[in-house]
């Protein structure tokens, strides 16, 4: 199966500054999402998105899907960001969605 | 709201125990899967059923069963329970089960702590 790597591990910011996260493949994906798990454990769909660029709010996310990576860039971040944000991807052969180790970002007031 | 509920969200029992998690999965969605996130852990993929079958399996336990019912709701069995078993369960649906499954939506996890 393919390997998710995902960077920093780690990330303190004081509230309203920007970040980017990145997350690299081993393999082609043709199903890529960012999810963002809040401090009670539930999993929160941010961005489906096998290739191509997609806002929401301050929230964007940029898939390059021929060199195997995706980021997703905060903006102006909130102590409500603070979480774990996980990337995901699916092989191109395969129907599982893999995840990386995750992100953990802690937003100061 | 991901409109995958999963019961029970928690549940303490003890060890050589078995329990059943219970998903549904969104309305018109034919693919379930399972995933256990351990403590400071990952999410590992467990088992995946698409219309009834199974359709891939990862890193699943003997002691551990799954299966979809013909109403597409899926149960999680956990025998023998040993504390490292304890975990949050997710259960995920998507609209399909094959190369292309479209977009996964987690419900809230079952919190299963052993002791």
């Known amino acids: 199966g393919i390997q998710v790597e995902q960077s920093p591990p780690d990330l303190i910011l004081q509230e309203g500054a920007n970040s980017t996260l990145r997350c690299n493949f081993s393999?082609?994906?043709?199903?890529l999402q960012w999810f963002h798990q809040n401090p009670w454990g539930q999993l929160i769909n941010l961005f489906y998105?096998?290739?191509g660029t997609k806002q929401n709010g301050r929230l964007s996310a940029t898939t390059v899907a021929t060199e195997r990576y995706s980021l997703l860039y905060i903006s102006s971040s909130q102590t409500t960001d603070s979480g774990v944000y996980f990337c995901?991807?699916?092989?191109?052969?395969?129907?599982?969605?893999?995840f990386g180790e995750g992100t953990q970002l802690t937003v100061n007031p | 709201d991901s409109g995958v509920t999963q019961t029970p969200k928690h549940l303490i029992t003890a060890t050589g125990q078995r329990v059943t998690l219970r998903c549904s999965p969104r309305?018109?969605?034919?693919?379930v899967y399972w995933y256990q996130q351990s403590l400071d852990q990952g999410l590992q993929f467990l088992i995946q059923?698409?219309?009834?079958?199974?359709?891939a399996k990862g890193n699943i336990l003997e002691r551990f069963s799954a299966q979809q019912f013909p109403d597409l709701h899926s149960e999680l069995n956990l025998s023998s329970l040993e504390l490292g078993d304890s975990a949050l369960y997710f259960c995920?649906?998507?609209?399909?089960?094959?190369?292309?499954?479209?977009?996964?939506?987690f419900g809230e996890g079952s919190r299963l702590t052993v002791l």
């Open positions: 393999d082609s994906v043709n199903n």
């Open positions: 995920a649906s998507s609209p399909s089960g094959g190369f292309n499954t479209g977009e996964l939506f």
């Open positions: 998105i096998p290739s």
């Open positions: 309305s018109g969605d034919l693919s």
């Open positions: 059923y698409y219309n009834g079958e199974e359709r």
């Open positions: 995901a991807g699916k092989e191109t052969s395969g129907s599982r969605l893999t």
